[in-house]
């Protein structure tokens, strides 16, 4: 997950085609309901819902405008300020617009409504509406804004805590290995270490920051070694398909715990041990891996599994911004976990 940089304005993108077609569509619905209020303001019902239309589309389409082309300039500047000079930006747009309108369409004002047929009164009407729904449009723009950040930072706080909750358990064992390493093998002894020092430095990092398959891979393999030095023979390791899976994002530590478990719960109670076998392969519109491991007889080794594997999807979820990306396979000598990594990843919190 990409780390988001706070956002300095609580304005939209007026100049992209979304948020123009939101301002029409609103401005639409506007005319709507003022032809709703007086349907013979201007004649006929839909002679007086065209009227309000275009004059409706005039104001919103040509106030976006100006707010597009001011948007570097006002964007910066303290949320106070933002919302007071948008707001008379929009305002003076939409006065000059009703202005234009007046001289430019006459046939449409003059001798048709009273309440509008005054040069003065149509001013103030139009603008007095221009006021309240620019303030409307303004006060949601900022409610959506705060409560934008504040899904951000709780799915930010989240997928930080879902990371801490990811300790490689093993630590007591593997200094034991090491220990023992040094007395014998000590450049052995100084690969363990190193490899620890990888996993650590990867389950401390920023949460938000992603990864990539390849840098998670190799932490895969440290793991696998430490391992292997405590284990020996006991524990072994097929891989395959890594040449074509690419090197597509995810959370860091995502096949770690997966290992993890496949270890503790798999290979270790097995007195002759087992073999772990690593598969890769490009499916559908992402990468599918899949862990398998040797389970024994009788063991429930989902009740051990699920905090790991509870923890892994929900990070996936919070990473991909979709669910199902973690599949549990069990048989009765067999444990397989697929984890989906699906192509173009993109931040869902943007």
């Not at 440290?222 to 994002?249: C, F, M, Q």
Request: glycine share 8%; hydrophobic share 45%.
């Amino acid at each position: 997950m990409t780390e988001r940089p706070a956002a300095a304005s609580f304005l939209p993108d007026f100049c992209g085609s979304r948020m123009v077609f939101v301002v029409a569509l609103l401005a639409e619905l506007l005319a709507v309901m003022l032809t709703l209020a007086s349907p013979d303001g201007f004649g006929p019902p839909l002679v007086s819902l065209s009227v309000n239309s275009l004059l409706a589309q005039c104001v919103a389409l040509v106030s976006i405008g100006a707010l597009c082309v001011l948007h570097s300039r006002i964007r910066g500047l303290p949320e106070l300020w933002t919302a007071v000079l948008s707001y008379f930006i929009a305002l003076a747009v939409s006065a000059g617009m009703i202005e234009l309108t007046w001289h430019a369409f006459p046939i449409f004002w003059r001798g048709i409504d009273p309440l509008v047929s005054d040069h003065f009164g149509f001013l103030v009407r139009g603008i007095g509406i221009s006021a309240i729904a620019w303030a409307l449009a303004l006060r949601y723009f900022f409610v959506r804004h705060q409560w934008r950040r504040r899904v951000e930072s709780e799915a930010d706080a989240r997928f930080q805590a879902l990371q801490s909750r990811i300790r490689p358990h093993f630590l007591f064992n593997c200094m034991n290995t090491i220990a023992s390493l040094a007395r014998s093998t000590p450049r052995l002894a100084e690969e363990a270490v190193e490899d620890l020092a990888d996993l650590f430095r990867a389950s401390l990092a920023d949460a938000r920051l992603p990864g990539s398959l390849a840098t998670e891979l190799e932490l895969c393999r440290g793991y696998l070694r430490i391992e292997k030095h405590r284990l020996g023979d006991r524990l072994a390791v097929e891989w395959s398909g890594i040449e074509t899976a690419g090197n597509p994002r995810l959370p860091a530590l995502t096949l770690q715990p997966l290992l993890e478990n496949a270890i503790y719960h798999g290979i270790e109670p097995l007195p002759g041990g087992g073999i772990i076998r690593i598969q890769c392969a490009r499916e559908g519109g992402g990468v599918r891996i899949v862990i398998t491991n040797p389970r024994a007889p009788g063991s429930d080794a989902h009740a051990g599994n699920r905090l790991a594997q509870e923890n892994v999807a929900q990070r996936l979820e919070a990473f991909y911004g979709r669910g199902g990306l973690l599949e549990v396979v069990e048989s009765p000598g067999e444990y397989r976990v697929a984890v989906l990594l699906p192509d173009g990843h993109e931040d869902p919190g943007r």
